[in-house]
């Protein structure tokens, strides 16, 4: 079964420092998406793109993150200047409709 | 009031017993409806979509009210293996959206 793959798994940086975590979602999705959980917390919502383009965002997605398809298959998340409160899971998801398909995740922790 | 609401638990119910969620939305255009479970430190995983007549995957059933905006999981003759947070999942529109995560309900399931 086709997967979202995502990397790394952990990702330990600086405060202050950029970080760009990796997806690849499954090949023939059109919809994507990246979202964080805090530990302990609830599944957040960041970021959907669609069409190379962004199509929704929550007041979390701030000017400190981007996202980018640089290729046909990579889609990026990138904090500019990490702070400790970004300490989190993110998780991308993909899908062609609906439901969404996610990835094991990238465990980010800014020290 | 909360995008999508539910009762945070823990439940703690032994094996063999049936076990009920419920899950509230204040969007009245949501169109989309999931549950998803979320092992300890993993990615959510879809359980099943909610369609508006209801629908019954072995022994679970979900169940959509859209004059309540009401989401319901009913788990009959739960096993060791059930034991997850369960997360509610509601989309404003088709896709390429904001799709909103509850913040889960724990299930514990005793021997």
């Known amino acids: 079964e086709p997967e979202v793959t995502q990397t790394p798994s952990h990702q330990v940086t600086q405060m202050g420092q950029e970080v760009i975590l990796r997806c690849v979602p499954i090949s023939n999705h059109l919809y994507f998406y990246w979202y964080r959980q805090i530990l302990g917390q609830k599944v957040e919502f960041l970021v959907s793109f669609y069409n190379n383009e962004i199509s929704e965002k929550s007041e979390i997605f701030d000017d400190q993150f981007s996202v980018e398809r640089p290729d046909g298959s990579n889609f990026t998340l990138k904090i500019r200047s990490t702070k400790l409160e970004d300490s989190a899971m993110y998780f991308c998801?993909?899908?062609?409709?609906?439901?969404?398909?996610f990835g094991n995740g990238t465990r980010l922790t800014v020290t | 009031r909360k995008e999508v609401e539910q009762d945070p638990g823990p439940f703690n119910v032994p094996e063999g017993a049936t076990v009920a969620f419920n899950c509230t939305y204040s969007n009245s255009a949501s169109q989309s409806f999931f549950w998803y479970r979320q092992d300890c430190r993993k990615e959510p995983k879809l359980l099943m979509s909610?369609?508006?007549s209801g629908n019954e995957d072995g022994r679970f059933t979900a169940q959509l009210n859209r004059a309540s905006q009401y989401i319901s999981l009913l788990i009959r003759d739960s096993k060791l293996s059930d034991s997850a947070t369960y997360l509610c999942?509601?989309?404003?529109?088709?896709?390429?959206?904001?799709?909103?995560f509850g913040s889960g309900t724990r299930l514990s399931i005793r021997p």
């Open positions: 999942v509601v989309s404003s529109y088709s896709s390429a959206s904001k799709i909103i």
């Open positions: 909610v369609y508006s």
């Open positions: 998801a993909s899908s062609s409709n609906s439901p969404l398909h």
